[in-house]
Nanobody, 121 residues
Framework: QVQLVESGGGLVQPGGSLRLSCAAS????????MGWYRQAPGKERELVAS???????NYADSVKGRFTISRDNAKNTVYLQMNSLNAEDTAVYYC???????????????WGQGTQVTVSS
């Protein structure tokens, strides 16, 4: 029904930058909050940043001032600009979107497949 496809991950040196993208497609009536989560080896998945359909944002304390989340509602796409990356940012990053697929239907959360971000020299 709904697919989320992430791109933009990779290997970057400490202090470097990456930009992640996540495009939603399929049977979509409306998308509410979109967000980025990450999961490092041996750790639980954690919220990195989220953005509502009205562009209100929320960030984890660990990324405030370094990461910026944005979205293009016309393209059903959310972005995560990551600057000043450090080793602690190494993780698989997952996109999440709260989607209503039909008028009056329930809102369901969907996940992307994840994209690896590795910060290493």
């Amino acid at each position: 029904q709904v697919q989320l496809v992430e791109s933009g991950g990779g290997l970057v040196q400490p202090g470097g930058s990456l930009r992640l993208s996540c495009a939603a497609s399929g049977s979509i009536f409306s998308i509410y909050t979109m967000g980025w989560y990450r999961q490092a080896p041996g750790k639980e998945r954690e919220l990195v940043a989220s953005i509502t359909s009205l562009h209100s944002t929320n960030y984890a304390d660990s990324v405030k001032g370094r990461f910026t989340i944005s979205r293009d509602n016309a393209k059903n796409t959310v972005y995560l600009q990551m600057n000043s990356l450090n080793a602690e940012d190494t993780a698989v990053y997952y996109c999440n979107a709260e989607v209503r697929v039909v008028v009056g239907g329930r809102v369901t959360g969907y996940w992307g497949q994840g994209t690896q971000v590795t910060v290493s020299s």
